[in-house]
Structure formats: C-alpha cells, structure tokens
C-alpha cells in the first residue's frame, strides 16, 4: 500500500534550509525561514520565557490532559493580547498547535459551515496557505495584492477582488507584517475592507502571527481590532511562535467572534470538536509559557522590553539596507525596504537573480525574492547590497 503513495513537491521555504546547510562556503547568509535571529546569528529563548518555564517547572504539580480547547488562562491571556476589549459573550476560542494549526481549523470550520465557500488569498500569501488549501480540496482565489513597481499594495486592484467576493465565503487577511512582502494596508485603508466585508457578507480569516514584529504591540493589532469591532463574524488564527520566540513549541490560538451568544456556543463546540478530531488536546507547554508571561506584570514587562528590542534591530537594519542601497545605486528605488514592516521584505527580484544571488555571494532568499530582514546583522547588509545591486536587481 505504501508504495502506492506519490512523492510530494518539497516546501519551498523549509527546503532552503536545508540547501543552506549544504552549503560549505564561510560568509553564507540565510534569508529564507521566517525565525528571527539576533546579531550573533541566534535565535535565542527570551528572559521571561526562561523565567516562565523555571517557574511553571517548581510550581506544575500534574501533567494530566488539559481541556480540548486548552486551558482558560491561556485563551483570555491571548484574546486580551491581541482584541484589547474582549466581547466575551461573543468570543469562541480553542489553543491549537500553532498558528498553522489555527489556519487550519479555521479553513475545516468555515468549510463545516459552508461547504461551498471559496476562499480568497492575497496574490501572493504564505506558500502554506495555498497548500493546506490545495490538500483540503477548499476552492481559492487570489486578489491583487503586491505591486510589483511601487513594492506597496496595490489597493484600487485588491478592492476590486475582495468586493466579488461571496456572503459566505472567507477572505483570508494577514493582520499586520505581510508575509512575503511586508507591504501592509493603512488603517484607513482597512476602513475600506471592513465596509467591502461589510457588504459582501464574506467572513474575514485574520492571520496574526508577527503581532509585535512591525509598529508595536497594540499598532500590529490594530487592524485586528477594527475588524472584530465592525463586523458580525470574524476568524482570528494567532500564533505566539515568533513574538514568544517559542517556535518549536507550537503554540496558537483560533478565535471565532460570533453573531450571538448561540452562534458562540455552536462555533466553540465544533472548534473543541475540529480539535478531538485532529490530535485530541492541543499541546500545554507553550500556552502556559505565554499566560504565565501575560498574567504576571514583571515577567510581562520583560517580555515586552526584549521584543521591542528584537522589533527595533529589524527597524535598524531596513534603514541601514535602504541606506547602503541608495549609495550603491545612486537612487532612491530601494526605500520600499525601509517602509515594509515585519520580519520579511519582497525585494522584487527575478528567480534567476535570487539564483545568482545564492550562487556568487552565497545569499539564501525564497524564490519569489523574499528576504528575512532578521537574518541579516550589520556586517551583512553591505554584502547582501552589494549582490542585489551586482544580480542586476
Ligand atoms: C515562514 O514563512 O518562513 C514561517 O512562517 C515559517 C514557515 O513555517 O514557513
């Protein structure tokens, strides 16, 4: 039987990885997963994280199942974090393994409610939003996104996909830090969505996982909160692997706000259900790691101040990159990289230019030209200015 199985196409973010790996070259720079990684080139376990675990380990008495939507700490901590004002009577939730677990039961449950929905994607999205929508057989469509000359939105051409969406069907939005191109929407920009939304009857699927990445904590949840303010039915998939530093212990969280409380207590069975049926319980470790940090002023505090510093070096190297560009290129085309936000910017270069890039200066970037910002220092950025300007870009 098993022989029967297809080989499946590799994930073109993780095999970049291992491609770098590979390669022996000193001075090789990796640009390609989304992790953030300090100067040094590490990525390293925040001081509250620590703090946390020692804690949760002196004071953690049984490891017993928690409940199959996680436990309650854990999902207020997340709802305050990233709604701010709670509508409590309207809110399910359910932790789940990372934030693509939460895509995920987030596309199965929009699906259970509407078994002919369609989706819409920003043109482009994460690589792995179109996969997990091509595995699950879920109908998609793209909506102009990037602009491939400004490297902004293209916003008059988004605005004319998003309105053809249907009532019921699911409008998939990255809430802050676009992810690849780190071209984001103004808030009055997401006024214009909410009203699109708003007369379509399509369901926003918020992605949330770079909250803290781009202006801040409250300015990336902006969006989100306008959002959850406005319009009857909204997703919300979070994730706390990049703002916890906590990547591999796959903590996120689906919200589903929904019209009336009955609504609510439909939404937040088949979500607890959506999870029995996949893994059973979601996974502790991490969400206690996150409520433990949240609910505690000091440790909340410490994790604030070092991620503001993680947020501020990825502000300083888009500055000094666009500044080493301008010189370079005695032109100002390369400012966009000073104005996208989050960990990524699409540099808008060719596949055969991010190849000469990886072939001559041993610079590893996804295909489609996306470079993650965090895994550049100081001494990098000349060398990857120098590639980009001798590729021709
Ligand atoms: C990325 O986009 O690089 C990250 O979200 C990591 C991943 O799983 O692809």
């Given amino acids: 039987m098993l022989s029967n199985l297809k080989p499946q196409a590799a994930d ?11 390669d022996t070259r000193q001075g ?21 994280v620590k703090a946390a675990e020692s804690r949760i380990w002196e004071t953690q008495t049984t490891k017993t199942y928690t409940g199959l939507a996680g436990e309650p700490e854990y999902r207020a901590a997340m ?22 677990g939460a895509v995920r039961q987030a596309l199965e449950l929009a699906r259970m409610a509407n078994p002919d929905l369609t989706v819409h994607v920003s043109d482009p999205t994460w690589p792995n939003h179109l996969s997990i929508m091509k595995f699950m057989g879920l109908p998609f469509v793209e909506y102009r996104y990037f602009d491939n000359d400004s490297r902004g939105v293209d ?37 214009e969505v909410v009203a699109i939304l708003e007369k379509t009857g399509a369901i926003p699927l918020i992605d949330l996982a770079y909250q ?8 990336d949840a902006q969006a989100t909160r306008l959002v959850a303010r406005s319009l ?18 796959r903590t996120g969280i689906l919200m589903a706000l929904a019209e009336n409380g009955a609504a609510r207590d439909l939404a937040q069975g088949s979500m607890a259900y959506l999870n029995r049926q996949t893994y059973s319980f979601p996974p502790d470790h991490g969400a206690r790691i996150v409520s433990t940090i949240l609910d505690d002023q000091a440790l909340r505090a410490d ?32 400012d966009f990289i000073a104005r996208h936000r989050g960990m990524f910017s699409r540099l808008g270069a060719s596949q055969e230019q991010v190849e000469t890039m990886k072939r001559e200066a041993g610079i590893y970037m996804v295909g489609d030209s996306r470079l993650n910002i965090a895994g550049l220092n100081s001494d990098t950025v000349p060398v990857l200015a120098r590639a980009i300007i001798d590729a021709g870009v």
């Avoid at 974090?81 to 359910?94: F, I």
């Avoid at 916003?155 to 998003?162: G, V, Y």
């Avoid at 039915?233 to 990547?247: P, R």
Wanted: with cysteine.
């Fill in 155 to 191: 916003f008059d051409a988004m605005k004319e996909d998003i309105a053809r969406a249907k009532k019921g069907d699911v409008v998939l939005l990255h809430g802050c830090c676009h992810n690849p191109t780190g071209a984001n929407l103004t808030m009055d920009q997401w006024a």
């Fill in 212 to 219: 803290g990445f781009g202006d801040g904590l409250d300015a």
């Fill in 232 to 249: 009857p039915e909204v997703l919300i998939a979070a994730s706390c692997s990049k703002n916890f530093g906590i990547y591999r212990e």
């Fill in 28 to 48: 090789k720079v990796d640009l390609g997963v989304g992790v953030y990684k300090d100067p040094q080139g590490v990525t390293p376990v925040m001081r509250a």
């Fill in 303 to 334: 994790w604030q101040a070092e991620l503001e510093e993680v947020r501020n070096t990825m502000l300083g190297l888009r500055d000094q990159l666009a500044s080493e560009l301008r010189d370079l290129s005695g032109s100002d085309r390369f």
């Fill in 12 to 22: 073109k973010i993780l095999m970049l990885i291992e491609e770098y790996k590979a």
């Fill in 79 to 100: 709802a305050r974090l990233v709604l701010d004002e709670v509508p409590t009577d309207r809110l399910a939730s359910v932790a789940t393994v990372g934030g693509t």
